[in-house]
């Protein structure tokens, strides 16, 4: 019997030692799994974070390139970017910009023309113009003085003795105001408003001031005779020179924040669209000098482009109109004066 009792024991001893041995060694299987991933999953690993260091380079290259970009637009603001300035004939906050011949409007192939609603109704311009942009033609104008940016809001109190708030309230409209300051843009201003504007402004300092032609904004606006035939007054990167619907926020900005164009004049691309003198009229080929547009019509001419329109709208090409009596929270003006 204690022979018996003695091989149970054992019998038992043996029977732990098999399961503590099966147990340790599948604990340490399961740490060299934890403990040593597969080659695939390593060389997948090491291939993420390859890709990831490529993408972050290409980042920081281009955020490099577009940082000198603008950096080299706004060093050109000391030398010829104030091209425009040098006369004493033109009142204070204005420049001088020089006459000469330019080829007003598109010069898009025929096939891409559209008309109003784009290529099947999509938004989608980019490289395509407006059939009222064409036919390109030559324009030449004389001399004139151009404002430097668009009418503030301390300048219109100053002449017409309301408030922003007063043309929102004449605008009837439901909208917020969307930009209050003194070096905020006028809006919420109607063609006639605007053109009463010059007539009291005249009246005040004994000089003629009026609107620009059509054909003086854009020639101004293509920077004049220092244009570089860049796509957007003063440059091809709509960042740097304009508040647009791609960073304006929704709201209007205060003039001059952006780079200014070759003849050192602010936001003549974005901000707020500009009242100009002229009825709209479709344009010929003929060759013209000094033109202001028709006699008579239903729309006045917008220029430049605002806070809320797409890149494409803010081209020198570009043409808009609307009624003049009108109002809209993203249009304004800018005067000029003959020297």
Same mark, same amino acid.
């Given at each position: ?5 003695? @091989? ?7 029977? $732990? #030692? ?6 340790s060694?599948?604990?340490?299987? @399961?740490? +060299?799994?934890? @403990? ?38 706004k ?6 970017r ?6 004493? %004939?033109? =009142? ?31 938004? /989608? &311009? ?16 004389? /001399? ?12 219109w ?13 004449? @605008? +009837?409209?439901?909208? =917020?105001?969307?930009?209050? *300051?003194?070096?905020? =843009? ?14 009291? #402004?005249?009246?005040k300092?004994?000089?003629? &001031? ?8 854009? !020639? ?5 005779e ?11 990167? #709509? ?7 791609? %960073?304006? *926020? ?29 009825? !709209? ?13 028709p006699s ?15 890149? !494409? ?10 009624? =003049? /009596? $009108? ?7 800018r005067?000029? $004066?003959?020297?």
């Open positions: 019997m204690n022979f018996i009792a003695e @091989a149970a024991r054992v019998l038992s001893a043996l029977c $732990v #030692l098999v399961i503590f041995t099966t147990i060694c599948s604990k340490k299987e @399961a740490e +060299k799994k934890v @403990a040593k991933p597969s080659e695939d999953s390593i060389l997948k690993a090491e291939e993420e974070k390859f890709i990831e260091q490529i993408i972050d380079s290409i980042i920081k290259v281009e955020q490099q390139e577009e940082e000198e970009f603008i950096k080299g637009l060093s050109m603001e000391s030398t010829d104030g091209a425009g300035r040098a006369s004493s %004939n033109c =009142p204070a906050d204005m420049f001088f910009v020089r006459g000469g011949t330019f080829t007003m409007g598109g010069m898009p192939r025929r096939d891409e023309v559209v008309d109003a609603k784009g290529s099947e109704g999509s938004l /989608d &311009y980019s490289g395509r113009f407006f059939k009222w942009e064409i036919p390109a033609h030559s324009v030449k104008v004389n /001399d004139f003085c151009i404002a430097r940016q668009q009418v503030s809001q301390k300048e109190y100053e002449v017409m003795n309301t408030t922003l708030q007063k043309q929102h309230e004449l @605008a +009837k409209s439901r909208m =917020p105001l969307i930009g209050e *300051g003194d070096n905020f =843009p006028m809006y919420y201003v109607n063609w006639y408003e605007a053109v009463e504007y010059t007539h009291k #402004l005249s009246r300092t004994g000089k003629r &001031y009026r609107l620009l032609t059509e054909a003086e904004w854009e !020639y101004a606006a293509r920077g004049g220092h244009s570089k035939n860049t796509k957007y007054s003063g440059s091809n990167n #709509l960042e740097a020179v304009a508040w647009y619907e791609g %960073n304006s *926020g929704r709201r209007v900005h205060e003039s001059c924040l952006q780079v200014k164009n070759e003849l050192g004049i602010c936001d003549m691309s974005g901000n707020v669209s500009e009242w100009v003198g002229d009825w !709209y009229a479709d344009y010929d080929d003929k060759y013209e000098v000094n033109p202001k547009g008579e019509g239903s729309n006045r001419v917008l220029r430049g482009g605002g806070w809320l329109n797409f890149a !494409y709208f803010c081209r020198v090409a570009f043409r808009g109109s609307s009624r =003049p /009596d $009108v109002r809209y929270d993203y249009v304004g003006f005067i000029a $004066v003959d020297p």
